[in-house]
């Protein structure tokens, strides 16, 4: 009899088991789905007409790649797309050498005030866009950064974020090899950029991801500083192109496509390195 109820226990226990995997399937799938559905829907309404009434008839909409074609012919979209290219690959580039510096630091080097620097860092996590707007465009008048790329690249290079999460890696790392190193003569920046560097390439990658997406959808800041046509990106492109064709979405539509292949092109092919940065970094 015991041998009897243990066994249904754990037949039990076994089907409770795969009943809740198989819920959770079920609910990933839904999650997919849904978040799968606008970049679908957006994808298809972009290769369409516009429905039209004509002599009360509804015209329904018909494939076409006219709608690319307007949006490339109509507009200087491909000044849009460099713009933004170039904006977010230079604050990428710069963001992930100065937050790598400051993480290293902050993490191995041992002076007075660290901590008390790393919590005023992080702190400002805590502080809204919106809250240092003003300040912000302040200063770049005063600098004379209005109107040109420097004001559009320069103030979007710090994030606490960054810094946060490259320290925490630099945490995990074991100082054996550091320590090596040190004893073979190396300074602190040889063992920053010949060993603390190589062993980041996850990390850097995943904030290489998001540092590029942010700035390549940014919208507000570029809104506020520059009023020079030359050096719209590609969302206040998209924004102006909605203001004149309102009612035209099927332009619009193509344009948000082609902003958006590119960022999930760049997702796709890095999304490991997003994983392992999460899983190495401290963040549990």
Sequence with gaps: MMASETYDMGA???RRQRSGRIGLTALAVVLSAV??????????????TRSTVTDGNLIPKEFTIQNFVYVFTEVPFVRYLWNSFFISAVITIAALLFHSMAA???????????EKIFMVIFSTLLVTAPVVLIP???????????DSYAGLIIPAIFNAFGIFLLRQFY?????????????DGCGHWRVYWDIVLPMSRPVLSALAVFFFLANWNAFVWPLVVTSDQSLTVVQLGIASFSTQYGSNWNYILAAATVAALPMLALFFAFQRQIVESIKTSGLK
């Design 35 to 48: 978040s799968v559905f606008p970049v679908l829907w957006m994808v298809s309404s972009a290769f369409k």
């Design 171 to 183: 945490l995990g790392l074991p100082k054996e090899l550091e320590e090596a190193a040190v004893i």
């Design 104 to 114: 290293y630091a902050l993490a191995r080097l041992r002076f007075p005030g660290r």
């Design 136 to 146: 912000l465009f302040l200063v770049a008048r005063e600098l004379n950064l209005l």
């Design 12 to 14: 039990g226990a076994v």
